[in-house]
Each structure stands twice: as C-alpha cells, then as structure tokens.
C-alpha cells in the first residue's frame, strides 16, 4: 500500500539514532532471525519505506524495535509512520491504558482471527517494553448480568491443571489456539459476572496462571512477541487480583524468556525476586532463587551464582511437592536449572551430573521436560567432546521428541545436529544423524503448528 508522501517520521527517527539504510536493513533481517524468520532487505528497501512505501507485517514492529533499542526510549508503531491503520497497536497494555480485561479481548481477538492470526503471532520481542509495575490495589467487585459460581472456580482449576499437564506432556503447540479461544470466549464471560471481592481476586489470579500457561506455550512455538504481551498481561491481572507472588512467578517467566533469546540482564531476575511476599511458599522461593543463579551465571558471575544456587536447594528442601504447577517447584526442574547453571560455568562434570539427577525424577510421561533435558545433556556431551555419549543421548532424546510438539526443542535438535555434521564419518554419529533428519522432517514446520 503506497503513501501520498514520504516518511518524514521514519526518517528524522534513522537519522536520530544514527543509522544508515543499510544498517536498519540488516538490524531487521537479525531481529526478524530472533523469530526464525528469514528476511533479505536492504537499504534500496529502507529508501522505498522512507519514500513512502509500507512494507508488510511484522516489519513495522521490527522498526520500531530496533529505533526504541537504539535511542533508548519507547518507538511506538505509529511514529514509525509504518502502521498501515491509524490504531494498529504492538503493545495491548500500553494502547488500553494498562487496563488487564480490555488488554486480553485485545490479543486474543487478534489471536484467533483468521485474518489477523498469522501476522499477530509474527509480532517480535520488545526489549525495550517493560512489564506493569506492581502497585498496592484490592480487587473491585464487579456487577454483571449473572454470578460466577463456586463451580466456574472449580473449572478454572481444573483447566489450569489440563493445560499445565499437556504442556509438560506434549509441548506447548498442543492445544495453543484452544487456550487462546477459551480465554475469548469463556475467560471473558467471567470477567463480564457478577463478583464481590474475595470471588473477583480469585477469578483475576486464575485467569492470570491461564495466561501465564498461554505465553508459555507460545514461547513453545517461537512466538516470543505474542508470549511477551501475554505474559505482560498476566503479570496486570496479578496485580489486579492482589496476588504478589504469581505476580513473581511471571516476571521470573519473562526474564527466562529474555535470557533464552540471548539478551542477558539480572534486572527482571532480580525483580521477580524482591515482588514476592516473605510468605511465598518456599518451593516458589527456590524456583526464583535458582533462575537468578542462572542469569548470574550466565553474566559470568560465579560467585554470585553459586551463592544463589545454593540458597535455591536449601529453600527447596528437595522434596516434590504434588500440588498446583504454581504453588509447587519439582524437584526434576530444580536440578535443570542445577545443570544450566554448571554448564555456563564451565563445569561439565557437574552439570551432568545435575542433568542425570533431572531425569531420574522427571515422570516418565514428562515428554517435553525430558527432551530438553537431554537436548542439553548431549549438549554438554558434545562440548566435551564424548561424541558417542552425544549420540547415545541424541537417541533417547528422539523417543520423546516425536511424541510431543514443540518448535523450542526443534531448535536444540537442529544445534545438535549442526555440531555433529563435523563427524559424520563416524559410524555413531552416521546413525544418530540419520534418526535426526528423519524426526526433523517427521514435524511440521512452525508456521504450521499451533493452528
């Protein structure tokens, strides 16, 4: 769709920040590759956007991403002069007044639409946008046409559970657009009943984990720009529901998405920490202490890190603990994060002996959970240079992998993959090499999961 006049915003904003045409050209063919999609502009492209073309989406959000990154305050779409309709919003929270209710219809009206679907799921990571900051409020009643039942509680509960098991299970792209579709339809009509006080922060916290759940799930399928705005949203209800430490629990979720993305910073860690109340279960406490160890580790910090582990295993106790996936930290997930922070230290027996405790008590059924631990696993075999341990763990990986859906683990496979081509002579890595190529064709390409 062509314009009438040249793109004066777009250009006093690369020229403020200090970018060539071939600069912002290659900074979106990067950021576009954060969301494995494959894009080949130019600067005769950026010409034609400063004169006046639109190039389609997400490429207006991917602009206004790298401006905002570069000069270091908030670039919105519409100053970008790139939204191709007046109101077209990159930030649900921002473009509603940071108000949760109106901020989910708005996602997930743009989530399930069939002709909105595919260009809002290719949405980018922000990494200039914040999440809502945590403030004191009671949840307001609310005075709608019907009362919410102690049985839609109870079914909020027990949608919780389904979702949370099936992602463990079989990845986050099972079920992804049913959650999304739920939240639409069901999640607000009870947004729309009639509540007194205790009722309503009850409904806020739930309908928060559910979305918690849905921005996992599509952090599952690569679609980190969609996971940030519902993560965001989550945190908003939390707070609305006066729940501090599910408002911890997603910021801790955020900061592990970021860091997963390659962009280090303890800042939301170390935020995620300080939100929670002192009368946080403990297992919620290990849960945040441990993903600090990790980020800290991650930055180099070592001393720092392994202080935090420690912290995190003595907060834990190291007992499972049966209850809601948001009240309880496993014990399995625990020595995950044992082993990623030992890798990134650079000790390797230790993170495989953290990995090994992982699976002994990963459940059986825990197919996702266990592919990633073993992608890791191999990882580390690969890194030490045990090419036949690396094979070995590459077919116990494969198992699991072709019973679940997850694009997140796709990746780690193709990382696997990439590094044993180098050996492919040997006749181990000849094999494990066939079974990969094999289970990598085997499932579906991103843009088609999730649907």
Known sequence: MARSHPNHQLKRLIGEAGLSGEALARSVNLAAAENKRVF??????????????????????LVAEILTRRLGRHI??????????????????????GKGREALAMLTTADTGPETRATFRALPFRLGSAPPAW??????????????GPG????????LMYYAE???????????????????????????????????????????????????????????????????VAAQLAIEAGDRTQY???????????????????????SAWSAAP?????????????????????????????????DAMTLHGGQDDPSSPFSGYPVAALHYQRGHVHQSLGDYGRATQA??????????????????????????????????????????????????????????????????LPYARRPSVRSALGRLNGYTTYQSGPERLAV
Not at 49 to 58: D, L, M
Not at 135 to 148: I, K, M, Q
């Open 135 to 148: 403030t004191e409020s009671e949840p307001r009643p609310s005075a709608g046409d019907w009362r919410l």
């Open 76 to 97: 919105s779409v519409q100053e970008t002069g790139l939204a191709r309709v007046p109101d077209e919003p990159a930030d649900a929270l921002r473009a509603t007044g």
């Open 355 to 420: 990995l090994a405790a992982s699976l002994r008590h990963r459940p059986p059924r825990a197919h996702r959970a266990r592919a990633l631990t073993l992608a890791k696993l191999g990882e580390i075999h690969l890194l030490e240079g045990r090419l036949d341990r690396a094979c070995a763990v590459t077919d116990q990986l494969l198992d699991h992998y072709g019973r679940i859906r997850c694009p997140r683990t796709t990746d780690q496979l193709e990382e696997l993959r990439t590094r044993l």
């Open 152 to 159: 839609d509680l109870a079914a909020l509960t027990h949608t």
């Open 278 to 310: 002192e009368d946080a279960p403990p297992p919620i406490r290990a849960y945040l202490m441990s993903h600090l160890a990790v980020v800290h580790a991650t930055a180099g910090e070592e001393r720092r890190s392994l202080s935090a582990l420690s």
């Open 248 to 270: 911890a629990v997603t910021l801790r979720a955020m900061s592990a998405q970021s860091s997963q993305l390659g962009h280090r910073d303890t800042v939301l860690a170390r």
């Open 166 to 232: 099936t992602i463990d299970t079989y990845g986050g792209a099972h079920g992804r657009t049913a959650l999304a579709t739920y939240l639409a339809t069901d999640g607000a009509a009870f947004l729309a009943a009639r509540t007194d006080r205790r009722t309503q922060s009850l409904l806020l916290g739930k309908l928060s984990r559910l979305i918690h759940l849905l921005a996992r799930m599509c952090v599952d399928c690569r679609q980190s720009g969609v996971a940030q705005q519902y993560f965001h």
């Open 40 to 61: 080949q502009y130019n600067r005769k492209a950026v010409a034609g956007w400063v004169a006046g073309s639109r190039p389609p989406a997400p490429v207006p959000v």
